[in-house]
């Protein structure tokens, strides 16, 4: 009996596979992985799309283009041997969100009796689904959720902090706003050496001539201006 013998060779079916993600605009963009690593004996080739455009080259992975938007990675994989061939497709959306956008808000230095202007950080537009929200030397604002604020008159250094967010996407603007207490003096007088805290009376020829004193703290942070009977004074101090 005669004896016939075949070589039957097995071409490996591929299984590639494709992860999505989602990025906000300027993230590192991972390479995106086919997940197949290719039969040396099989002359295997990598096809990618984006969006439905060939990426040039042959590779296991590709590096992604950062292009805002909802972005369709598709990579075919095919095995090839005598003639023969078997392909399998996998796909991922990759998705590049935008930052949106914050106006600016500015430093300011007020006096405690002041009435602060309002923080507007609005910007030039405000997109769908765009959120705002506020902090004060590091806690939240709680029930600010509009681009404006009107700060309070607080004595201290106040650093307020608004922050937008779009889709997981963040900007913040920053103000230092300083209210500074109002000076609060109290006149005394010293006569011969004696302090009065009251209206004092003294002669004219007095001597040495008694001293009218502003009484603040730290008199030297301040200026002055003295009048007498309602006629301004040249030529004084503290």
């Known amino acids: 009996n005669g004896t016939t013998t075949a070589l039957v060779t097995e071409i490996e079916n591929p299984t590639p596979s494709l992860t999505g993600s989602t990025y ?35 590779t296991q992975t590709i590096a992604p283009q950062n292009v805002i938007g909802a972005n369709t990675y598709v990579v ?43 923080l507007d950080a609005t910007p030039t537009s405000i997109v769908l689904g765009q959120t705002f929200s506020w902090t004060l030397n590091g806690t939240v604002i709680a029930g600010e959720i509009l681009p404006v ?33 109002l000076p609060t003096p109290a006149l005394s007088a010293t006569v011969k050496g004696e302090l009065f805290i009251d209206n004092v009376t003294f002669c004219l020829t007095e001597t040495p001539l008694p001293q009218i004193i502003a009484g603040l703290i730290n008199p030297n942070d301040y200026t002055y201006n003295w009048s007498l009977n309602g006629a301004l004074l040249t030529n004084t101090s503290t």
């Open 149 to 181: 604020y009107n700060p309070a008159s607080t004595v201290g250094t106040n650093v307020y902090i608004v922050e937008t967010d779009l889709n997981g996407c963040k900007k913040t603007a920053t103000a230092t706003i300083i209210v500074n207490p």
């Open 24 to 58: 906000c605009d300027g993230d590192f963009i991972a390479d995106i992985n086919s997940n197949y690593t290719a039969n040396g004996q099989f002359g295997t080739i990598y096809a990618w799309t984006q969006n439905g455009i060939s990426f040039a080259g042959n």
């Open 76 to 118: 075919t994989v095919t095995n090839s041997f005598g003639g023969v061939t078997c392909t399998q497709i996998a796909s991922a959306l990759v998705t590049i969100n935008p930052i949106p956008d914050i106006g600016v808000i500015s430093n300011a230095t007020y006096c405690l009796d002041d009435t602060p202007a309002a």
